[in-house]
């Protein structure tokens, strides 16, 4: 054996199970609280994930039960479809197997990893398998559930089948090296953002101190089926369109194959493109397409005009929702909720940005006798509660020029920012999903969305400060009237004290009473307010 | 077919290589001057682990240039030990793949995914194979590599063999969606870092526009080869001890199998295990061990006294060769560098801080015509250049009261942090290794390593700051002796004033000259001096 043959002696090969079970934290699983958190978000994210699917209204129940220290078994019952005996193990035992990873759909889940990573950490810290028992179609199964993590594939134990009217699906798993609180992190604000962000689900919790809290439904329509959409042309690149070109066997020429997998693409287009593209045969089958005609038919994509993608896919948690759950929550002073129109990144993939900013009253996050600015962020309706100083979402907030919107300091306030970015491919950036990117088309629009509801804020509270303002200075005036009144007689000679005081005070609110209708239109507020626009009109230029 | 059934019949199953390709950011590959950069990262750090694994010294060239716009061939040469014939594919064509994941070793490398990652992205932005050249045992090798997604296996073509004299291995592969650009993200600002932390390997960059650029090597001697280390039994999980006994085929009782396996193990400690875990037979096979045993047998290790992992496995950059680095790079005004002892994280897994704060000269970062605090994160040696928002070393410098340290505002002052934490297990948060979590221990030890180089820099900048002070009250007094002296002869009404200006500013000179001696038992001085050492106490004793 050469030296270089002994150095690579050890050389191996792996399953995405050993890789995730050697870098759990990547999953989540960091931090005893996190990994608990994780838990509850995984099963819960599927479970609405699956309702919506079969079109139900979500009835969702989480227990989780300490049965020793750091120990806990999590079980969490849905109402949804179930799954098929053909797909338990997979689904829950398999890494990277899902009906989500491969469509153009907007899910809260996307890459078939978030169960069976649970079942993997139950594994690695108990070493029990799961319990699933999936009702549908008339038929419950029980199983235990595990990873074979060498081969990454599922092992069933235990498997019973019978007729039965359970539907849904229930997993139970018991855990360790986990922890319960109540912290910003924890599984109670996990679900109580959940809610906030879902209204029309009905949300359980057994605490392990025997606490039920019920997160009540609140508005009564089922979101819309999430509908799996063609990408639009814009958005794919040459290697999407050759891997398109070989799955595509129904297709006979290169023109029917672009407008049967791509969205907007008509018979005209296909004429527009092989006008640009004139070194590409449109005549030849998908399965001889090379390279070189895929990168031009990418480049002519490029010199084309499209209409932008159909944005009817994206389904955001919607205005009046965000609204009725952050006053139910926060009972804000002010509250100011924007919806923005859907926008593009990457040329080709519709997402809607939504941000509400709220005001005084509960708002705000409290540490110990403080109040600070709090961010609540959403990806499809998730919460993401972790990674926040590596989010997009955190850098877009942070990046707004907070002082211009009257919030002095935006750690010293009582404000609550909520954005939810809704999209059929949310960029994480990593497989724990609790962050996303920096993209810059989506970072812009983050912070647009945020300014524009924090400029409504800035009217209510420069209202504030005005009626503050006024307050103190007819306070500060009145607290020397009865003096004044005294001074005067004496200077004069001439009067009566209590009389020149009635009339001084009688001046002094009419003139305080009349600035409140004069006020908005003071010429500091004005220049103020255009200076504002001005220069916001340069940052959303960027757009 | 059932609803259910229906709504799953797209379940699929899916290879690592697709979930990376989907996520190619969780790789790194986000970003056009991002990608470049983990290109080079990914092959030089694979070289320089080579190259240390054969004790070879590092000569490695790296070669970009531009073919198009945003098109780029980067070419990576070494003189390390080359792949073999059997594992060429597979080491540059295969995820998961590789000598370095089960190992418990000191690498920069650790997950088998890097250089298969950047084949993967030459495909899917030029559709084009990576071709390699392996030189070995008197052996040279050709052949074009890229990825099959589908099963995550590595397709190999025009493969040559011939006898020769190059060893080492090059890597040419052709990319698109990418920018050279000099920033500090950049592949320059990269190899710059890479050559501060391994002043024993000489680099060459060929820059796009033609400009060579060779950061030499500084330091002749070879670090030495990095030793596999078996675990301690502080660092395992209950479900590691059932794998080893699992895998471990010659063991034939738990008490050897344990002397076997792990570090510090000896004959009486298992006496001790014993005596503690009384339920566990310790004369069953290992293949034999039930979860239950495990289980008592980890909760007995956790309550037996155990002498510390050996740490020699662990190799820092070292004291001198870190000062020399940053001498010759930024000339500061003044430079502390400590090496700290080594620590366990996890109970376990020895690691190693080393931290060096520059201050003046060419220390900090410059933006336009300012200069602010400058933070250089490396693990293993390796620079991480991104995600340093969300990275454990970032958060423990900012966590510093830099004031205390005499640094008024970290971010406006000419200042450079260099943190290197080197151990067999860096924990990442991702699979692009450009950030490492905020474990508690590594937290503490990294900020308790940057605040002891602080204090060294505080006493210099304390020293500038008295001398400046001084200087200027000198200055002052010194301004107004001319008329002092004129004034004193007109109120005296006798002597010369140049004669007395001339005692007076002897007078100056001999006091403030005397209290550059003084000043340091200053009464102000000391007092604050052993307020820092208090607070610090407090801060310290987290430890």
Not at 11 to 21: D, G, I, L, P, T
Request: with cysteine; proline share 4%; aromatic share 6%.
């Amino acid at each position: 054996m050469g030296e270089t043959e002994t150095i690579f002696k050890e050389f191996k090969e792996h399953s995405v199970a050993e890789f995730f079970k050697k870098n759990k934290q990547m999953l989540g699983f960091s931090g005893k609280t996190r990994s608990l958190t994780t838990i509850v978000h995984e099963l819960v994210t599927n479970s609405l994930d699956a309702c919506e699917e079969a079109k139900i209204a979500p009835e969702i129940s989480v227990e989780v039960k300490e049965i020793d220290k750091e120990r806990y078994i999590v079980k969490t019952i849905d109402n949804g479809p179930g799954i098929p005996e053909k797909h338990l193990g997979k689904a829950l035992g398999m890494m990277l197997a899902g009906t989500k990873f491969h469509r153009y759909c907007q899910q809260r889940g996307q890459q078939g990893i978030g169960a069976s990573g649970v079942t993997m950490y139950s594994q690695i810290t108990t070493g029990k398998p799961i319990k699933a028992v999936s009702g549908y179609d008339g038929t419950v199964i029980r199983a235990e559930i595990s990873v074979d993590f060498k081969s990454n594939s599922p092992r069933i134990n235990n498997l019973t089948k019978e007729p039965g009217e359970f539907r849904g699906l229930s997993y139970e798993c018991e855990v360790s090296d986990a922890k319960y609180d109540k912290s910003s992190y924890g599984v109670y604000e996990y679900l109580k953002r959940t809610a906030i962000a879902n209204p029309h689900s009905q949300i359980t919790l057994l605490e392990p101190d025997g606490t039920r809290v019920v997160f009540p439904r609140s508005v009564n329509e089922i979101p819309p089926k999430p509908q799996s959409v063609q990408p639009h042309p814009m958005g794919i690149s040459t290697n999407d369109l050759m891997e398109f070109a070989q799955h595509d066997k129904e297709s006979r020429k290169l023109g029917s194959f672009l407008q049967n997998n791509f969205a907007r693409v008509s018979a005209a287009k296909v004429e527009e493109l092989a006008q640009v593209a004139k070194e590409v045969d449109f005549n030849k089958a998908p399965k001889d397409l090379q390279w070189n005609d895929a990168e031009a038919i990418i480049k002519a994509i490029k010199l084309v005009k499209w209409i932008a993608p159909a944005t009817d896919s994206v389904k955001p948690i919607g205005e009046a929702q965000i609204t009725k759950s952050l006053t139910n929550m926060l009972s804000p002073e002010h509250l100011a909720v924007v919806e923005r129109s859907p926008k593009i990144y990457s040329g080709g993939i519709p997402f809607v940005v939504e941000a509400a900013v709220a005001y005084g009253g509960q708002a705000g996050r409290k540490y110990a006798d403080k109040t600070g600015g709090d961010i609540m962020r959403f990806a499809n309706r998730a919460p993401l509660l972790f990674d926040s100083s590596g989010c997009g979402i955190t850098e877009a907030i942070r990046a707004v020029d907070w002082k211009r919107y009257n919030i002095r300091n935006f750690d010293e306030e009582p404000i609550t920012v909520l954005v939810n970015i809704s999209s059929v491919h949310i960029p994480y950036t990593g497989a724990g999903k609790q962050a996303i990117s920096d993209d810059q088309e989506v970072y812009d629009e983050v912070k647009n969305a945020v300014m524009e509801a924090a400029r409504n804020v800035q009217r209510y509270i420069a209202g504030l400060t005005r009626d503050a303002d006024r307050k103190a200075r007819r306070k500060a005036i009145l607290r020397y009237v009865t003096q004044l009144s005294k001074d005067l007689v004496d200077l004069a000679n001439e009067g009566k004290a209590p009389e020149i005081e009635k009339e001084l005070i009688k001046l002094i609110e009419e003139k305080y009473s009349a600035q409140i209708e004069d006020d908005d239109s003071g010429d500091e507020e004005v220049a103020h307010a255009n200076e504002n626009r001005k220069d916001e009109g340069g940052e959303e230029g960027e757009e």
